[in-house]
């Protein structure tokens, strides 16, 4: 079996615990608005590569990723579900953790036989929400946030350890009622190990020029690094409230 890979990186410091070796997945359903690797957008495109070629890669670095592993990231990893099941059962075979960074776009309650197979392979989700209301969700990337929430559950349900990450957007993600209610969701996740909240920069634009694609947030500036840290506050408001709630209904 092969999968569209569009590229590795041999030393990744923010794809997960240590340093790791990262592979960019070819194909993505979403489109959000302040997408940073538009390349990889388009499905059946990049380098078609065995689950072996791979960790041939990842061992002729292993000797520096010893306090890290491997992640999947893209694109979306799980819209390769056959493939990214075969390339983590042989990472964990050899005893490297593997780490998962996805949008849960494509997971479906009613079938998700093929992605329960990548998750039976896998020590750790990166779980991007990109926006708590789904219609606004809908605004920013295409699509509603349903099944990513329901996603986000579904691990919950088997345990699985995930670190949250969300993308503060001026004028769209920044809003003090949406972070304090994404910070109440997250309280119901007691699989809960992280929250990254990621300034929104627009470093993407030389890309998307040399893509001739219009940069849909041409006219937004960069997110403040104090403005990124007040959201987190916000958030992590929203937890505590939400703990509060969960333990006053007991």
């Known amino acids: 079996m092969t999968g569209y890979i569009h590229s590795t990186e041999s030393f990744g410091t923010v794809d997960g615990p240590g340093v790791r070796f990262v592979v960019f997945f070819q194909g993505c359903p979403m489109r959000c608005l302040y997408c940073h690797n538009p390349d990889t957008w388009a499905f059946g495109r990049g380098t078609e590569k065995t689950a072996a070629e791979l960790m041939a890669e990842y061992d002729s670095y292993k000797e520096f990723l010893k306090s890290g592993g491997i992640t999947a990231t893209g694109g979306e990893p799980l819209a390769q579900p056959e493939f990214l099941a075969e390339l983590f059962t042989l990472a964990k075979s050899k005893g490297v953790h593997t780490c998962l960074d996805t949008s849960g776009a494509v997971y479906s309650p009613e079938n998700h036989e093929l992605i329960d197979r990548v998750l039976s392979a896998t020590d750790l989700v990166m779980l991007d929400i990109k926006h708590i209301d789904t219609h606004e969700h809908k605004k920013l990337t295409g699509h509603g946030n349903e099944n990513i929430l329901a996603f986000a559950e579904h691990l919950r349900e088997l345990k699985i350890p995930v670190w949250i990450r969300h993308v503060v957007v001026p004028d769209i993600t920044d809003k003090p009622e949406y972070l304090e209610k994404m910070g109440e969701y997250l309280a119901s996740l007691d699989n809960l190990k992280a929250l990254d909240v990621l300034p929104y920069h627009d470093m ?9 694609i219009d940069y849909p947030l041409a006219d ?15 958030i992590l408001n929203g937890i505590r409230s939400g703990l509060k709630k969960q333990k006053s209904s007991r």
Do not use: D, V
Not at 204 to 212: N, T, V
Not at 223 to 233: F, H, M, V
């Open 204 to 212: 993407a634009k030389p890309k998307y020029a040399e893509l001739g």
């Open 220 to 234: 937004t500036p960069p997110l403040p690094r104090e403005a990124a840290i007040n959201a987190k506050n916000l």
